[in-house]
């Protein structure tokens, strides 16, 4: 079992940019793959980035790749999302995900076993 906590939302105006950070706590965190996802009122759960066991591999939704990015401190059990340049579609609550399944993280949520409970990312002027 691994749980999941993430911190680190909030109200932000467009252009700002903000840190979030997901802490693990139970089995290894570096057995993890680790991803993030995010899902909008009335909207699906999306793919934002992932990062391998080792944190030497990221991927990330063509939506965000240029301005998000993923690291993750295995000392610390604790994976961030950096994300600068924040627009009002980002408004969403963002998640983070652990698979034991694979080195590299997956774009696909039903992969991912264990979940945090998400937090409020909102983007507006």
């Known amino acids: 079992q691994v749980q999941l906590v993430e911190s680190g939302g909030g109200l932000v105006q467009p252009g700002d940019s903000l840190r979030l950070s997901c802490e693990a706590s139970?089995?290894?965190?570096?057995?993890?793959?680790m991803g993030w996802f995010r899902q909008a009122p009335g909207k699906e759960r999306q793919f934002v980035g992932a990062?391998?066991?080792?944190?030497?591999?990221?991927n990330y939704a063509d939506s965000v790749k240029d301005r998000f990015a993923i690291s993750r401190d295995n000392t610390k059990s604790t994976v961030y999302l950096q994300m600068n340049v924040l627009k009002p579609e980002d408004t969403a609550v963002y998640y983070c995900?652990?698979?034991?399944?694979?080195?590299?993280?997956?774009?696909?949520?039903?992969?991912?076993?264990?979940w945090g409970q998400g937090t409020q990312v909102t983007v507006s002027s």
């Open positions: 139970g089995r290894t965190f570096s057995r993890y793959a």
């Open positions: 995900a652990a698979d034991s399944g694979a080195y590299q993280g997956s774009r696909f949520p039903t992969r991912y076993e264990y």
């Open positions: 990062v391998s066991r080792d944190g030497r591999t990221t």
